[in-house]
């Protein structure tokens, strides 16, 4: 690999930037040129499998989808319901972020509304589209959830864009980037704590959400159109009931000025140590429980999801991890808080769902323990829905022996 000349030599070929390669993301084998490919689909033998765990489990399976072509693919795949839409993941497109930066770079509330009345019906068209896609099954809204500063501009160019936009100089849009710089991102002004500080991008999220079910729910009256609405990051019952509290007035609001009616459930991801612990506390405010077992693992063993990778080799070499526990769930730690707060989340709630949606949703063994602990569903990306079919069959066949 000549990385400063831009080339390569493969079985006595160069490749220059720009040639075409396939790489078989199984093998990890590279070929020469654009090799034709089919779109993932089930049919034949693999079909009738499917067909047969569908038969067996118990254990719902749901998808993590952000795009309507994605909750179309996992519907294809088999997926009931998504188990987490990313809200964020909605604004990485050239054409939206530039309102998106508005909103975080803005200095007072009118401003911050102001930018937030430009988000609002572009949300709103994701969910209509993502609950069209549905079809009437259950899809669960995830609210902002990440540190903003992962937003702003980096470039000069577009540092002065956004300062025109703002009428606001670019030192002062300058200002306000070095003013989210945070030394531990991940454990820092993220989750709800936006909603707590920002309740207006709550108020505007839910707006979209409610307007898109009303929307669809009116031209679908056989589907039964049912947002779920999802906080991140809760760690104490009274942060959660602050956030619920602005979305159950923005909500009510939007149902009563639309004259309708509709149901609606507020509920909470568990991916702190102390949600977790404090599950029945939680349980009073929230309708469902999903658990993010990303973050849980993360937060559970307090090392960084994002620079495990530097040292997880040499814990592998030494024999104290087996495994990634960010690929597979760690059932003795991280797994003991999740069947506690089911037990506790149960105890209050009886009849509340619980998911996951953790990337460990399309991992089998850590299928088998979901549905071991009782969960509802598990949720995965799109591609992983048919494994998680079958590994919940296995699971449900596996009791009964
Ligand atoms: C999680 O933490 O498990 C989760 C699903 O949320 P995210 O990966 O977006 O933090
Ligand atoms: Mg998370």
Redesign the pocket.
């Known amino acids: 690999m000549d990385e400063e000349n831009k080339k390569f030599e493969l079985a006595g070929k160069t490749f220059h930037e720009g040639d075409p390669i396939s790489i078989d993301g199984t093998t990890g084998n590279i070929y020469d040129g654009i090799i034709p490919t089919v779109d993932a689909q089930i049919a034949g033998d693999f079909d009738r499998i499917m067909n047969w765990a569908d038969k067996y489990r118990t254990l719902k399976v749901r998808t993590?989808a952000d795009t309507p072509a994605d909750a179309k693919k996992a519907r294809e795949l088999g997926a009931e319901g998504i188990g987490?839409c990313?809200t964020e993941h909605m604004f990485f497109e050239e054409s939206r972020i530039a309102a998106f930066r508005e909103m975080i770079c803005s200095d007072t509330v009118e401003e911050r509304e102001a930018a937030l009345e430009k988000i609002l019906p572009m949300q709103q068209a994701d969910f209509e589209a993502l609950y069209e896609a549905l079809e009437g099954n259950p899809v669960t809204i995830r609210f902002l959830?990440p540190p903003l500063h992962e937003f702003v501009p980096t470039e000069e160019d577009d540092i002065k864009k956004l300062a025109d936009a703002q009428g606001k100089s670019v030192e002062d849009i300058k200002n306000i980037i070095a003013s989210l710089h945070e030394f531990n991102p991940m454990m820092g002004h993220r989750g709800c704590r936006l909603a707590v500080t920002y309740p207006e991008i709550a108020k505007m999220q839910t707006r979209a959400v409610i307007r898109a079910a009303i929307n669809v729910q009116k031209a679908h009256a056989d589907w039964n159109v049912v947002p779920e609405i999802m906080i991140?990051l809760v760690g104490e019952v009274k942060e959660l009931k602050y956030v619920k509290d602005v979305v159950v007035a923005a909500a009510d609001e939007e149902i009563k000025a639309a004259g309708v009616e509709l149901k609606y459930e507020v509920g909470t991801?568990i991916?702190i140590p102390r949600a977790a612990l404090t599950a029945d506390e939680i349980a009073k405010e929230a309708e469902f429980f999903c658990?993010?077992?990303?973050?849980?693992t993360q937060m559970t063993f307090g090392f960084s999801r994002d620079d495990a990778g530097k040292f997880l080799g040499a814990y592998y070499d030494k024999k104290i991890f087996e495994n990634d526990p960010f690929a597979k769930l760690d059932q003795i730690g991280v797994g003991k808080l999740m069947e506690m707060a089911v037990k506790m989340g149960k105890s209050v709630r009886p009849d509340m769902h619980l998911g996951i949606?953790?990337?460990h949703g399309g991992d089998p063994t850590s299928v088998e323990f979901c549905h071991k602990i009782g969960l509802s569903y598990v949720s995965c990306s799109p591609f992983r829905v048919p494994i998680a079919r079958l590994a919940a069959a296995q699971a449900a066949i596996n009791e009964k022996k």
């Open positions: 993590n987490l990313r959830d991140p991801m991916e658990f993010g077992t990303n973050d849980l949606c953790g990337e």
